[in-house]
């Protein structure tokens, strides 16, 4: 079993960054699979970014591509998500997601672990 605790959200303007860090303790987090999701109020659960547990491929949503970067650390046990070139339409809360030696897929279901989520604002 891991436990996941995401941190890093906040309000930033239109076009700013932040980086979400999500701390991962427990069973050894090299082999987990990661992901980032977000959920607005009302809304499903919606994949961001993913990165494996083997090799570190990783894996985004159309609407993150290019500003959005998924990495991890495995000597810190910590996996993070770069977000460059903000927008309003980012705003949600963000959720880290772990699946044992699986694959880093795009589905909420596949995943076996989440975190308590962090809030990112960006306002226009």
């Known amino acids: 079993q891991v436990q996941l605790v995401e941190s890093g959200g906040g309000l930033v303007q239109a076009g700013g960054s932040l980086r979400l860090s999500c701390a991962a303790s427990g069973r050894t987090f090299s082999s987990y699979a990661m992901g980032w999701f977000r959920q607005a109020p009302g809304k499903e659960r919606e994949f961001v970014a993913a990165?494996?547990?083997?090799?570190?491929?990783?894996y985004y949503a159309d609407s993150v591509k290019g500003r959005f970067t998924i990495s991890r650390d495995n000597a810190k046990n910590t996996l993070y998500l770069q977000m460059n070139s903000l927008k309003p339409e980012d705003t949600t809360v963000y959720y880290c997601?772990?699946?044992?030696?699986?694959?880093?897929?795009?589905?909420?279901?596949?995943?076996?672990?989440w975190g308590q989520g962090t809030q990112v604002t960006v306002s226009s």
């Open positions: 997601a772990a699946r044992f030696e699986g694959f880093a897929g795009w589905l909420p279901a596949e995943y076996d672990y």
């Open positions: 990165i494996s547990w083997i090799g570190g491929s990783t």
